[in-house]
């Protein structure tokens, strides 16, 4: 999710300045606006990392430490069980799954966004695939021990995002955990600006579908970030 920033390093999805000061935020705005406008709520991701590629925009969430709300889950080794990184971008996040053993797929929407990650990672173990969480591919459903949505949904509109919602669980395996980690709101944003559009709680409990079922719905403290306050949610079926 680029800057260097430390509230976009602790997993904020955007700088903690305003969007009108931080041109990695702008970007972002002015892309998913323009998306948007013209009926195609995903297709900003695409357009971003390709002008960030091309050195007209920024990328803010592209930092090189992986999410710090990750970190703080402890998660145990992988021991060689199978991991879904939803919407990896770079694949911060899903290397530090691959370092802690967990056999990971990571996917992302954007072409350029894998290709970075490919790139910047030229010897990982981590399979990187191209492909739309809205329509995800057949085989993955229930084949992973660990699924993790960090950040994604919330960057998405209210008229898919419940459909999005909808999936991440599908792909947890029996006795497997889905990781949701997500900026939080009581409410939904009276003027709509964003991405990010923080999820309600209501929005939260949606993720347990399909047969699964809640561990534990936290709210983390996120001082100091243009989100103070984030989801932390764990499901398991």
């Known amino acids: 999710m680029t800057a260097a920033d430390a509230s976009a ?18 970007d972002a705005r002015r892309l998913a ?9 995903t297709g900003w991701f695409e357009h971003l990392y390709a002008e960030a590629r091309d050195g007209r925009a920024e990328v803010p969430w592209d930092v090189a430490a992986p999410s710090a709300h990750l970190r703080a889950l402890d998660l145990p080794a992988g021991d060689g069980r199978r ?28 072409a350029t966004a894998i290709d970075l990650a490919r790139a910047r990672h030229p010897s990982s173990p981590v399979s990187y695939a191209v492909a739309d969480l809205l329509s995800p ?32 669980g599908m792909f947890v395996a029996p006795g497997g955990l889905l990781v949701v980690l997500a900026a939080a709101t009581s409410r939904v944003d009276s003027d709509g600006s964003g991405p990010p559009w923080p999820l309600t709680r209501a929005e939260i409990d949606g993720f347990a579908v399909d047969g699964l079922r809640p561990v ?4 983390v403290d996120a001082a100091g ?13």
């Open 9 to 26: 390093a602790d997993g904020d999805p955007l700088p903690s300045s305003s969007p009108s000061s931080s041109p990695s935020a702008g």
């Open 33 to 41: 606006a323009a998306s948007l406008a013209v009926g195609d709520p």
């Open 83 to 110: 991991a879904l990184v939803v919407g990896c971008g770079p694949g911060r996040d899903a290397e530090y799954l691959g370092a802690l053993g967990y056999a990971v797929t990571a996917f992302d929407i954007s």
């Open 137 to 168: 591919p057949a085989a993955w459903r229930h084949g992973f021990d660990l699924v993790l949505e960090s950040n994604n949904v919330q960057a998405l509109p209210a008229d898919i995002r419940a459909r999005a919602i909808a999936v991440p």
């Open 216 to 219: 534990s719905i936290t709210q």
């Open 225 to 237: 970030t243009t989100l103070p306050t984030r989801w932390q949610a764990l499901f398991t079926r």
